[in-house]
């Protein structure tokens, strides 16, 4: 199981508590009566036997083996609070990551923590990039930036060492508000079509209600469209709320409003109320067409009237937008060697979340590269001429061309996959390899070189084509995953890509195994 997350259970049915990083939490105690125990991993600390100098309320003693202190798990030792009263702060005295520190109810004083081993425990990679737990140290997969106000965060894993999608669904689908209208001043971004929009309009009164600081609109131009628009306040492909408050005086020839965008796909919603000062809320718009919101006069439902000098009233204009994208900024290389894959530029950058949905392939998160522009740089690796070996888990939904899955030294180093081939170029001599048909089919592909200088390609396990010999001196020198800055990137999903500057064809199998048993490939 990966590391203990708040709210596990350990074997005599007791919960762990987190401690905020850095900081004192005021703990209440499990049992009225007994002890309590704090539980860390060795290599977060310089001394095990000093996590604390800070306790209120509560006497605090270390617990080695010999004292009586059960561990179970290599790189976990314990610490006992007696006397805790109605309850005590503890206060780290280095600096702990969240989630790595974990509080114990009185009870049997064995702990017993199953520990966590990732791929990259059991052997050394060069780097690794993947959207599971590759190592136990590993605290983040990827940094991702939200679409709705470009806001980034990392994104680490859950308990079963996946990566975290409730923690990635509840940042990206965050409410954001694009449009608060305030029209004390002015328009505020409204502008007029058939007619002549003010702002800073008070004393609009229905007889009932007066409200001050209104938009209205006056109608021009005879039997025509008029209409405000708004310019900016759309995430286009996901979902919004909107409300807003209107008015139309009795007795015109206009006797509605339609609020939509300015696509006929998404839809319009029509008031019709007169006289009144009204309340609107739009809720779970999905805008897939327009980019503007325009509010028209309607006469009878038509967008047409033949209504001069006709007004109707806004206040309170408020656009929420409740899902968002998904980008991908950063995919944090596991291997502890920080060779991490980034790109600033948005429009080339591949989603983890579209239009507020987990990417997924298989029943886990996928990284989707969109055939075009999407790419992640890292610094360039020099593999050289023998021994190394690459793994990557990848779905090509391209339908002609090929997929970049990697790329760098300027193209001479590639390896390009199309229906029935992958091609690798190493020093950029092209060495094909025959391959089942695999698009729009989740595949693990192994790409290796041994010590002898044998080059060979698997798929899902199985040995294509015919091992080749690179030539003396030629080096792979990959610095990309996809083609950075070309139009034939990865058009699909990819979970995982491992790179291993070292013969590992003798683990082949076991890797591979490790990667399948996680993701169900074949």
């Known amino acids: 199981m990966a590391l203990l997350q708040p709210g596990d259970l350990f074997p005599n049915g007791t919960a762990s508590i987190e401690f905020t990083s850095g900081s004192g939490t005021t703990i209440t105690p499990f049992s009225q009566s007994g002890n309590a125990y704090v539980v860390f991993e060795t290599d977060l600390i310089n001394n095990p036997n000093e996590p604390t100098k800070s306790l209120s309320g509560a006497t605090f003693t270390s617990l080695t083996a010999s004292t009586g202190a059960v561990i179970d798990g290599a790189g976990y030792h314990a610490a006992i609070v007696t006397s805790p009263g109605s309850s005590f702060t503890f206060t780290p005295s280095v600096n702990i990551p969240a989630g790595r ?76 508000n694009t449009h608060n209208s305030d029209f004390s001043s002015g328009t505020d971004g409204w502008f007029a079509n058939g007619g002549t929009a003010d702002g800073n309009i008070d004393g609009v009164s229905d007889g009932t209600t007066s409200k001050d600081d209104v938009l209205r609109l006056t109608l021009s131009g005879g039997s025509t469209n008029h209409s405000v ?26 006797d509605g409003i339609k609020f939509q965008t300015n696509s006929g796909l998404d839809g319009n919603y029509q008031q019709s109320v007169v006289g009144t000062w009204t309340s609107v809320t739009i809720s779970d718009w999905s805008i897939t067409g327009g980019d503007q919101f325009r509010v028209y006069a309607t006469d009878g439902g038509s967008i047409t009237v033949n209504g001069d000098d006709d007004v109707f009233y806004l206040k309170n204009i408020v656009v929420t937008q409740t899902t968002a ?15 991490h894959a980034t790109n600033a530029t948005e429009s080339e950058q591949p989603l983890v979340v579209s239009a507020g949905a987990l990417v997924t392939e298989n029943g886990k998160a996928a990284v989707e590269f969109d055939g075009s522009s999407d790419a992640l740089e890292f610094t360039q690796l020099n593999l050289g001429d023998n021994s190394w070996f690459i793994n990557a888990v990848y779905k090509s939904t391209r339908t002609s061309l090929e997929d970049y899955l990697m790329y760098g ?3 001479n180093t590639r390896i390009r996959i199309y229906s029935t081939t992958a091609r690798i170029y190493v020093s950029n001599t092209s060495y094909s390899y025959t391959i089942d048909s695999y698009r729009n089919t989740q595949q693990l592909f192994t790409f ?33 995953l996809g083609q950075a800055g070309g139009s034939r990137t990865i058009d699909g999903l990819v979970q995982e890509i491992i790179i291993f500057n070292s013969d590992q064809s003798a683990n082949r199998t076991g890797i591979e195994t490790n990667i399948n048993t996680h993701f169900s490939i074949f």
Not at 325 to 339: E, F, I, L, P, R
Not at 458 to 472: D, L, M, S
Request: no cysteine; net charge negative; glycine share 10%.
């Open 101 to 176: 520190v974990l509080l114990r109810a009185t009870g049997n004083i064995g702990l017993d923590v199953a520990s966590f081993t990732g791929l990259l425990d059991t052997f050394t990679a060069t780097a690794g990039y993947s959207v599971r737990q590759l190592r136990v140290d590993a605290t983040s997969s990827l940094r991702v930036r939200r679409s709705s106000d470009d806001t980034e965060q990392d994104i680490g894993f859950d308990a079963n060492g996946d990566l975290d999608s409730t923690a990635l669904l509840a940042f990206v689908n965050a409410d954001y």
């Open 325 to 339: 994208d998904g980008a991908v900024t950063t995919w944090y290389d596991q291997s502890g060697n920080n060779n």
């Open 229 to 254: 628009r708004l310019n900016g306040a759309i995430g286009l492909g996901n979902v919004h709320d909107v409300s807003f408050e209107y008015y139309i005086p009795s007795g015109q020839t206009m």
């Open 448 to 480: 290796e070189a041994d010590a002898s200088k044998g080059m060979a390609v698997y798929q899902n396990g199985t040995e294509k084509g015919t091992e080749q010999t690179i030539a003396t001196n030629d080096s792979f020198n990959p610095s990309s």
């Open 409 to 411: 030294d300027s193209g």
